[in-house]
C-alpha cells in the first residue's frame, strides 16, 4: 500500500487540491454574496412592499353587521325582534375526507340532501383558503351540544353564529309586517355596498322594506389580526356598529289575532283603522305563511308548495286583492247622488225586484230575485235603499248621474289610488269611466255600465285596504286622514315624508253624512221591524251589541249569471262563487275603528262577512267600553 | 471550528424556540437531538481516518443494500418511499447515510490512484456516484438525490478532473435539460420551478410557500421585527416555519444582520473546513473533507436560495438549526470526520 502511495505525485496532487479548493471557495463565496444580494433587495429595497404586504396578511378590516331596528305594536309587543343562529361550517382545508365526515356529521345532525347540495355550491365559490363553508344552517340548541361534545372526533368543524330576523309570532303579521330575504346578488347591485358590506338580510315587504333604511342602521368595522387560517388572534380597534331604528306600528297585537281567529281558515282579509289618526290597527290577509322561513333559509320543495298554491299564501289580499265591492259601494253612490241634486232624502221609488232601462230588453234583478218570486222591496228612499240594499234604487240613481262625474266623487274616497303613508306596493283599484273604458276595451260607457256601477259591480276594483279607507272617510264625515302603518320611534325617521293632506269629500252636507251614518246603522240595528223592514245584517249580528255601529253588507260576483238563471252555490266551482264583503266603523257617533272584511268566495256579505266584522270591533271595542 | 459549530446551534436553537412558538416540548425535543448530534460528532472526530478509508466501501455497500430495500419495502409517506422502518430499529432514511457513503466511496477510490483522474477512473467514480443518486431520485426525493450527486461530484472536482471535461459536463447538461424538462420531471416538479419565476400565478397554491417566505423576509427589514415578534411566523402564514423555512423566522424576527451573522458563522465553518481539507496530508482524508465541507455549503445555499426565491422549493432543511434528528446528526458526523481528519494528520 505504502509502495502505490509513493507512486502517486502527491506533491502535485497537493497543490491540485488547493487549486480548486481556493476556487470553489471563491465560487462559494459569489453564491453567498448573490444570496447576500437578493437578501440585501428583499430587506432593504423593498422593505416597504414586504411591510405592506406583510400587514395586508395579517390585518383584516372586517365590516360588522348592525343589529337590525326592532319593530314594536302600539302596546309594545314585540313583532319582529332578533336571535342569534348557528351554522355548522367546514373548513374544506382540513378536512381529508369529506364524504367520511359528512356521513360522521350526519349520524349527530341532521344534513339533508338539499344541505349537502348547498354546501357544494358554496363550496365552488371563491373563498380564501381555511375560509369555513357553511353545511347546515339554524342548529338547534340539542345539535349544537352533540357537536360539542364530539368536537375533538371533527377536525375542520366550526360551528359560527350570527343574529337573524325573528319574527315571535310565525305568520301572524306576515302581511302586515312584511319580512326580511336574504341579500342575493341581484339586491347586492342596488344596495349602497358600503352600508350593505355586512349585511344578509334586507327588507323585501311590508314595513320591513319601507322603513328599511332606517331598521338597517349603520354598519360598523373592526381591524383584526388574523392568522392564515382566517382566525381572530386579536382586535386591533373597533368602530361597532349602530343599530337600527326601533319604530312602533299602529298595529293592536291583540285585534290582530282576534281577526286572524275571527276569519278562521277562511281565505280573506280584514283591515281595521283608527279613524282618529289612520293608523292601521289591524291587517291580516288569510292564508298566511311563516315568514322565519325566509330567514334561515326555505327549502325548494317547500318554497314550490307555497309559491303555487292555489290559495296563493303569499298574496297580501290587503292590499293587493282587488274585488268588486258589491253594495258596499252604495253609500259612496248615495253620497255621491245627493251632492250632485240626483236625489233628495225624501225622494223615493217602487221596487218590483227588477229594473230596466228605457228601450232595452234586458233585465236587471234586485239581489233578492229568485226564480218564481219577484222579491221587490217595496217603496224604497235612499235610507231603505241602504238597510235593505236594494239594488233597483241604486239602478236607478246611477241612470240619473253621469258616471264620469260618480267617477270623480269615488276618487275623493281614495277608490283607484294609492293614499297610504307608509305601505309600500298597494293596489289602485280602478273606478272606471269613460276615457278608462274607450283605453283599455275600445268600447263607448254604455248605460248598462252605469247600472252595475251603481251597485258596485262591472269593472270597478278596490282593495280591502281601499275599503277600510272609504269606510274611514265616512266614520269621520267626510274628513281624510291616509292609512299608516307608524305609531313613532325614537329619532325622526328618514322615510317618514308623509305627503301632503288630502282634502275633505266636497259635495255632502253635514246632514247627509248624519243620514248616511243612521242608514248604516239600520243595517246592523234595525231588526224585529218583519218580512223586508229589517236591516240585511241585523238577522245575522244585530243583537246584544253594546255600541252603535254603522255597516254596509257586501256582494261581489266573481263570474256573470246569465240572464233568467239563478245563483246556485252549490253547482258552483269553490272558486268561483261570490265574494263577500262588510265594512263597518263604531262607536257610529264617535268612531274609534272602522273596518273592512272581505271572504272569498264566501257567499253573502251580510251572513258570512258581517259576523267576522262584528267580531273585530267586539274585540277592539268591549275592553275599551268596559273601561269607561 | 467547535466553537463556532456551537455558536450556530445556540443560535439555531434561539430561533427554533422562537419559530416552535415557545414550545417547550418541541424545543427540548430538539434540544435533545442536538446533544446526541454533538455526542455522535465528539465519537467520530476519534476514529482515525484510516479506519474510515477500511470501513467505507463496506458502509457504501450497506447502504446501497438499504437504498435497494426502500425501493422495495421502504414506508410510503406523502407519495414517496424514503423510510426503512426495521422493528426495534429507529425509522431511518437510507439516503441520508449515502450523503456520507458516497463521497467517502468516492474519495476511497480516488486515494491510490493518480490524480488528476484517468477518464476511465473518472467513468468508475461516475457509476458510483448514479446508482446511489438514481435510487434516490426513484423515491422520488429529487432534492436529495441531487445532494448526494453534488457531494459526489465536489470529490471529483476535488481530485483535479480537467476544465475541458467539466465544461463538456455541463455542455451536454445544458443540451439535455430540455428533455430532462418534458420527460425527466414530475409534473409537480416542473410546477415548483414555474412557480419560482411567478409565484403570483397562483398565489394560494403553489406560490403560497415562497409569497409568504418572501414576505416574511422582506418585512423583517434591516433589524427585524423582534424575537418572538414576527406576525408571518407565529400566525402561520409561513408554511413549515419549524424545518426548511426557518430561515425566513430569523430574516423576519432578527432582519438582514440576523441572517448576515448567521451566513458569516457558515462561511467560517466552510472556510476552516477546507482549510483542514488542504492540510491533510492524504488524498482520501482531503477528498473527504473538502467534499462534506462543499456538501454544507450546498445546502445552505440550496436552503437560503430556496427561501428567499432564488431557486425552485425542493426539501432541503437549513443546515444545524431546522427542526429534525437526521439532518442534524449526519451533518454533525460529518463535521465530527472533518475534526478527525485534523486531529489525525499522522498517518
Not at chain 1, 371533527?154 to 337573524?164: A, D, F, Q, S
Not at chain 1, 281601499?466 to 305609531?487: D, F, Y
Not at chain 2, 482515525?48 to 435497494?68: C, D, K, N, S
Not at chain 2, 426495534?88 to 439516503?95: E, K, T, V, Y
Amino acid at each position: 500500500m505504502a509502495s502505490k502511495i509513493s507512486l502517486k505525485d502527491n506533491l502535485r496532487e497537493r497543490q491540485i487540491f488547493f487549486a480548486r479548493a481556493l476556487l470553489l471557495f471563491l465560487v462559494a463565496l459569489c453564491l453567498i454574496a448573490g444570496l447576500v444580494f437578493r437578501l440585501v433587495q428583499l430587506q432593504i429595497w423593498e422593505h416597504e412592499t414586504y411591510q405592506t404586504r406583510s400587514d395586508d396578511n395579517r390585518i383584516q378590516v372586517q365590516p360588522l353587521a348592525p343589529p337590525r331596528g326592532l319593530i314594536f305594536d302600539r302596546h309594545g309587543v314585540l313583532l319582529a325582534d332578533n336571535r342569534p343562529i348557528s351554522s355548522l361550517a367546514m373548513v374544506r382545508e382540513r378536512v381529508p375526507d369529506l364524504d367520511a365526515l359528512i356521513q360522521q356529521l350526519a349520524s349527530l345532525v341532521t344534513i339533508t340532501e338539499e344541505d349537502v347540495v348547498g354546501f357544494e355550491k358554496r363550496l365552488e365559490r371563491a373563498r380564501r383558503p381555511f375560509e369555513p363553508v357553511a353545511l347546515k344552517l339554524n342548529l338547534s340548541e340539542e345539535e349544537i351540544a352533540r357537536l360539542a361534545v364530539h368536537r375533538h372526533e371533527l377536525p375542520g368543524v366550526e360551528i359560527t353564529t350570527e343574529l337573524v330576523r325573528n319574527y315571535p309570532f310565525d305568520g301572524l303579521f306576515a302581511h302586515a309586517v312584511g319580512s326580511v330575504r336574504r341579500v342575493t346578488e341581484d339586491d347586492l347591485r342596488k344596495l349602497d355596498e358600503v352600508r350593505y358590506s355586512a349585511t344578509r338580510f334586507v327588507g323585501k315587504r311590508g314595513v320591513e322594506r319601507f322603513y328599511e333604511q332606517s331598521l338597517h342602521g349603520e354598519v360598523g368595522y373592526q381591524r383584526v389580526e388574523i392568522d392564515a387560517h382566517g382566525r381572530i388572534r386579536q382586535v386591533l380597534d373597533i368602530n361597532p356598529p349602530v343599530a337600527g331604528q326601533n319604530i312602533s306600528l299602529q298595529l293592536d297585537s291583540r285585534l290582530q289575532i282576534s281577526a286572524t281567529a275571527a276569519l278562521g281558515e277562511r281565505r280573506g282579509a280584514i283591515v281595521a283603522i283608527d279613524p282618529r289618526s289612520g293608523g292601521v290597527l289591524a291587517m291580516v290577509s288569510n292564508p298566511a305563511y311563516n315568514p322565519n322561513l325566509f330567514v334561515t333559509g326555505i327549502g325548494d320543495e317547500e318554497y314550490r308548495l307555497l309559491s303555487s298554491s292555489r290559495d296563493t299564501p303569499m298574496f297580501n289580499r290587503a292590499i293587493n286583492g282587488q274585488y268588486a265591492p258589491g253594495s258596499t259601494f252604495k253609500p259612496l253612490v248615495g253620497l255621491a247622488a245627493l251632492s250632485m241634486g240626483a236625489v233628495s232624502w225624501e225622494d223615493h221609488i217602487e221596487d218590483k225586484g227588477w229594473f230596466r232601462l228605457p228601450g232595452q230588453k234586458r233585465i236587471y234583478r234586485d239581489w233578492s230575485w229568485r226564480v218564481g218570486n219577484s222579491g221587490g222591496q217595496g217603496t224604497v228612499d235612499l235610507r231603505r235603499a241602504i238597510y235593505r240594499s236594494s239594488n233597483v234604487y241604486f239602478y236607478d240613481l246611477a241612470t240619473r248621474m253621469d258616471v264620469d262625474d260618480l267617477s270623480r266623487f269615488a276618487q275623493q274616497f281614495g277608490l283607484g289610488q294609492r293614499t297610504a303613508v307608509d305601505i309600500p306596493d298597494t293596489s289602485s283599484g280602478l273606478v272606471p269611466n269613460r276615457i278608462w273604458k274607450q283605453g283599455a276595451k275600445g268600447e263607448i260607457w254604455y248605460p248598462g255600465d252605469s247600472l252595475n256601477m251603481g251597485i258596485g259591480q262591472g269593472d270597478l276594483l278596490v282593495t280591502p285596504l281601499q275599503l277600510a279607507t272609504m269606510v274611514t272617510v265616512i266614520a269621520n264625515r267626510g274628513r281624510w286622514v291616509r292609512p299608516r302603518m307608524l305609531l313613532s320611534s325614537d329619532r325622526p325617521l328618514v322615510e317618514f315624508d308623509p305627503p301632503r293632506a288630502l282634502p275633505a269629500v266636497q259635495g255632502p252636507t253635514p246632514e247627509d253624512w248624519e243620514n248616511m251614518v243612521d242608514a248604516m246603522e239600520d243595517v246592523v240595528h234595525r231588526g224585529n221591524k218583519g218580512y223586508r223592514q229589517n236591516g240585511t245584517a241585523w238577522a245575522h249580528i244585530g243583537r246584544g251589541i253594546a255600541y252603535r255601529m254603522a255597516g254596509k253588507s257586501g256582494t261581489a260576483q266573481v263570474v256573470e249569471i246569465r240572464q233568467g238563471e239563478e245563483y246556485d252555490e252549490e253547482e258552483l266551482d269553490e272558486y268561483n262563487r261570490k265574494h263577500a264583503w262588510f265594512i263597518a266603523f263604531a262607536p257610529a257617533d264617535e268612531p274609534l275603528i272602522a273596518v273592512s272584511v272581505l271572504v272569498e268566495n264566501g257567499g253573502g256579505g251580510s251572513s258570512v262577512a258581517a259576523p267576522v266584522a262584528r267580531e273585530v270591533l267586539d274585540a277592539f271595542l268591549l275592553p275599551q267600553l268596559a273601561n269607561r | 471550528m467547535l466553537a463556532v459549530l456551537f455558536c450556530v446551534i445556540g443560535y439555531g436553537l434561539v430561533v427554533l424556540y422562537s419559530a416552535v412558538d415557545r414550545n417547550m416540548n418541541l424545543f427540548s425535543n430538539q434540544a435533545m437531538r442536538m446533544g446526541l448530534a454533538l455526542l455522535l460528532m465528539v465519537v467520530a472526530a476519534q476514529i482515525h481516518p484510516r479506519v474510515y478509508l477500511r470501513w467505507t466501501p463496506l458502509a457504501y455497500a450497506g447502504g446501497l443494500v438499504m437504498l435497494l430495500l426502500v425501493l422495495l419495502m421502504g414506508v410510503e409517506v406523502k407519495g414517496s418511499r424514503r423510510w426503512l422502518d426495521f422493528p426495534g430499529l429507529p425509522r431511518f432514511q437510507p439516503s441520508e447515510l449515502m450523503k456520507l457513503a458516497v463521497p467517502m466511496m468516492v474519495a476511497w477510490y480516488f486515494h491510490d490512484r493518480p490524480l488528476p483522474p484517468s477518464f476511465k477512473d473518472l467513468c468508475v467514480a461516475l457509476v458510483i456516484i448514479v446508482i446511489p443518486a438514481g435510487c434516490i431520485v426513484l423515491q422520488p426525493d429529487l432534492g436529495t438525490g441531487i445532494l448526494v450527486a453534488g457531494a459526489g461530484l465536489a470529490v471529483v472536482v476535488l481530485a483535479g478532473i480537467q476544465w475541458r471535461l467539466i465544461g463538456y459536463a455541463l455542455l451536454v447538461l445544458a443540451i439535455s435539460a430540455p428533455w430532462v424538462w418534458w420527460y425527466g420531471l414530475q409534473d409537480y416538479q416542473r410546477l415548483r420551478i414555474l412557480t419560482l419565476f411567478d409565484p403570483q400565478s397562483d398565489p394560494l397554491g403553489a406560490g403560497w410557500n415562497i409569497i409568504q417566505s418572501t414576505t416574511a423576509i422582506g418585512s423583517g427589514g434591516l433589524y427585524g421585527k423582534g424575537l418572538f415578534q414576527g406576525t408571518q411566523s407565529h400566525l402561520d402564514f409561513l408554511p413549515e416555519s419549524q424545518t426548511d423555512f426557518i430561515i425566513a423566522v430569523i430574516g423576519e424576527e432578527l432582519g438582514l444582520v440576523g441572517i448576515l451573522t448567521l451566513l458569516a458563522l457558515y462561511l467560517v465553518l466552510i472556510g476552516r473546513g477546507l482549510y483542514i481539507a488542504t492540510q491533510a496530508p492524504h488524498t482520501f482524508q482531503r477528498l473527504l473533507a473538502g467534499a462534506l465541507i462543499l456538501t454544507f455549503f450546498v445546502y445552505v445555499f440550496v436552503n437560503v436560495g430556496m427561501v428567499s426565491g432564488l431557486l425552485p422549493v425542493v426539501g432541503v432543511p437549513l443546515p444545524l438549526v431546522s427542526y429534525g434528528g437526521t439532518s442534524a446528526i449526519t451533518l454533525l458526523v460529518s463535521f465530527g470526520i472533518i475534526m478527525a481528519v485534523r486531529s489525525h494528520r499522522g498517518w
